[in-house]
């Protein structure tokens, strides 16, 4: 089977490095086309042109992202230009489904989650799409609220990938100047929605030899000064001396850095899945994470109660402080490890494959 896949491959985002991972996977099974998208806005012919080039397999597969297509600007979106022009049945992965007032367009809340909703189902319900694979219960149940075929749309873990082979990977402790600190590590991109906040709030409440290291740099498509915010919030809090942002690190950097975390935090807000929680239970670090709907199921976190900078506080002095705590959760990571492939998704994406291709030889 021959399929034409689109998503980002060059930029610095969790979606490139997914999706790498994933065609690795599928290219021992299916022939893949690789389609690329990019943050760049373009022209609506150069989105239709895209759509066209998946129609060169008998499948099409989308890795969605609104940055890949212009964002939910009415005039900027070249989302209808792309799907219009797919002549093959589509799958599509939904890795965000923004409906939540934000501000944005300078609407009122009611107004704002109207649009969303009526631009959401003009995305996500096109006629091309006959398939949607998501990686949350959040993702999915919003789908089936816009009117998505509850069967049609399948949810799976997130997959998680196995540690590579990292020849050089020097500790990043001097840099950073964590000689004698113990190192609270946020993995990834910089996004408010991950909690920098409320560590910063927790880290003000515990010894000072604690630090907080903020694992990567602003994304691509982040147009809301994140780092400026992140250090300004250190900086009311009195802890901007115990904050340390590296910057876009190389994967033998972020090896040495999760290597020399103390316990990684995941102290997110709001989420749908998180690639990097799943790098560091990968890694059989010790992971602290807010009890939202989609880490409950968890026994390889620590679980705190989400919001409550007191509550993250106390757990991370709890696993900090217990060597046979740390034991206890690197040894349910692996487990989970050993649950969650990209080869057992990979598995499951061919399946969705042959059922699309053959509906789409019945249509």
Known sequence: MR??????????????????????ALRERVEVELVPATFIRSPKAVYAAMGQALNAGEVAHVQHSYAFFGG??????????????????????????????T??????????????????????????????????????????????????????????????????????SGSLRLEGKRALVILGF??????????????GQLPPEFVLVAAGGPHAADAGR?????????????????????????EAELEAVTADAEVVLAPFREMSASASLNYALARRKPVIASDLPQNRGLDCVRLFTTGDAGALAAAIREVSGS?????????????????????ALAEETVRLYQELALSGRGA
């Open 72 to 101: 939910m600007h009415p005039l900027r979106c070249g989302w209808g230009a792309l799907a219009g022009a797919v002549r093959r049945p589509l799958l599509l992965t939904v890795h965000e489904l923004d409906l939540r007032p």
């Open 323 to 343: 060597p046979a705590r740390k034991r206890e959760l690197a040894e349910a990571a692996g487990r989970y490890v050993a649950a969650h492939s990209y080869e």
């Open 103 to 172: 501000g944005a367009y300078s609407l009122p809340p009611a107004l704002e989650i109207a649009y969303k909703r009526r631009f959401n189902r003009a995305v996500f319900l096109h006629p091309a799409v006959r398939g949607w694979l998501v990686h949350a219960a959040e993702l999915r149940d919003a789908l089936v609220d816009l009117g998505a075929p509850e069967d049609r749309v399948t949810c799976r873990p997130l997959p998680v990938a196995l540690p590579e082979e990292i020849r050089e990977a020097p500790s990043r």
């Open 3 to 24: 399929v034409a896949f689109l998503t980002s491959w060059n930029e610095r985002c969790g979606i490139a490095e997914y999706s790498r991972r994933l065609v690795h």
């Open 190 to 203: 910089l996004a408010r929605r991950k909690g920098y906040d409320l560590a910063l709030e927790a880290l």
């Open 226 to 250: 994140t780092e400026a915010w992140l250090r300004e919030t250190a900086a009311r809090l009195g802890v901007a001396d115990r904050l340390r942002i590296t910057g876009y690190l190389s």
